[in-house]
Antibody, heavy 119, light 107 residues
Framework: EVQLVESGGGLVQPGGSLRLSCVVSGFTFSRSTMSWVRQAPGKGLEWVAKMKEDRSDEMYVDSVRGRFTISRDNAKNSLYLQMNSLRAEDTAVYYC????????????WGQGTLVTVSS | DIQMTQSPSSLSASVGDRVSITCRASQSVSNSLNWYRQKPGKVPELLINRASSLQSGVPSRFSGSGSGTDFTLTISSLQPEDFATYYC?????????FGQGTRLDIK
């Protein structure tokens, strides 16, 4: 059974930082492109970042580029999202998902972790 | 960026109805178009990949069609669990983008 478990969300002040983690099991993580997708309260889905299995092809949506960094540790079956200079508009549930490659799809989703940016 | 526009934004229907949702891309995405269903308070789930391929485990009442810029998700006979929000998503270009969502309510 494929499982993705996120952690690290919480309440942070504007300008602060958080590091999200996602531990996966049930599939070959080291062969999978991975992404983060977020959903602001009551809003739609927004892709945030992706990274290929070999840590190449690191890409971001414009609104987070330069502030967020995606990384992975294939030995630990883990995906990360370092979020710096957080803004109120970054408030959302952040999902760890499999996929993000060209012509690919987001087949498996974690339960999500809520990030709230507020003073 | 490729903009994805879904129509309608919301619709009401009854159990057993046949419904279709349209997704239009601002430029061609070939067949790199996926559909997701998100039940209230739940995680999104993949229904259709690459425009018309039914994801494993998804009921056959769901189907997808289209290529280029115009795509359709059809549900042949609505079930109670289908009252949810549906999203299309293109995987042709970065940034990967979603439609705004179509909310399907019980009439």
């Amino acid at each position: 059974e494929v499982q993705l478990v996120e952690s690290g969300g919480g309440l942070v002040q504007p300008g602060g930082s958080l590091r999200l983690s996602c531990v996966v099991s049930g599939f070959t993580f080291s062969r999978s492109t991975m992404s983060w997708v977020r959903q602001a309260p009551g809003k739609g889905l927004e892709w945030v970042a992706k990274m290929k299995e070999d840590r190449s092809d690191e890409m971001y949506v414009d609104s987070v580029r330069g502030r967020f960094t995606i990384s992975r540790d294939n030995a630990k079956n883990s995906l990360y999202l370092q979020m710096n200079s957080l803004r109120a508009e970054d408030t959302a549930v952040y999902y760890c998902v499999t996929g993000g490659a060209y012509n690919g799809y987001f087949a498996n989703w974690g339960q999500g972790t809520l990030v709230t940016v507020s003073s | 960026d490729i903009q994805m526009t879904q129509s309608p934004s919301s619709l009401s229907a009854s159990v057993g109805d046949r419904v279709s949702i349209t997704c239009r891309a601002s430029q061609s995405v070939s067949n790199s178009l996926n559909w997701y269903r998100q039940k209230p308070g739940k995680v999104p789930e993949l229904l259709i990949n690459r425009a018309s391929s039914l994801q494993s485990g998804v009921p056959s009442r769901f189907s997808g069609s289209g290529s280029g810029t115009d795509f359709t998700l059809t549900i042949s006979s609505l079930q109670p669990e289908d009252f949810a929000t549906y999203y299309c998503q293109q995987s042709y270009n970065v940034p990967l983008t979603f439609g705004q969502g179509t909310r399907l309510d019980i009439k």
